[in-house]
């Protein structure tokens, strides 16, 4: 009889495997997080801009706000792309090892729509 109770071993094996499931879930997450980033920046532009649409098609918005409609037009289209770029990391030969993740565009400022509102109390 053995003293030795092999359910107890742990192999290189199984350390690498377990380690390699760690880093597969942990590039998961950060590409779970990029995507919700990404978003709520796409939801809050579009917003923005939706709104302002509103006023312009009930002939209340003002000069300064249709150019702020057409000015969101580009951080809008950088945030999209930056999205569509995230899902693309997991097919990189790299994934996720070592994904090279697309540069996160600035948020750009809304006045009317800080991204925290809903986050403040009321």
């Known amino acids: 009889m053995s003293n030795i109770d092999w359910s107890q071993l742990i192999t290189k094996a199984i350390k690498d495997a377990a380690a390699a499931a760690a880093q597969l879930a942990a590039a998961k997450a950060e590409l779970s997080a990029r995507n919700a980033r990404a978003l709520a920046q796409i939801e809050r532009i579009q917003d923005r801009i939706d709104t302002i649409g509103f006023g312009i098609d009930i002939g209340e ?49 809304i006045i009317a729509a800080p991204m925290l509102a809903a986050a403040e109390p009321i």
């Open 61 to 109: 918005a003002t000069p300064e706000e249709e150019a702020e409609q057409v000015a969101l037009g580009a951080p809008l289209k950088a945030w999209k792309t930056y999205k569509f770029a995230l899902g693309k990391v997991t097919v990189q030969p790299t994934w996720y090892q070592a994904p090279v993740w697309p540069v996160e565009p600035p948020m750009p400022e």
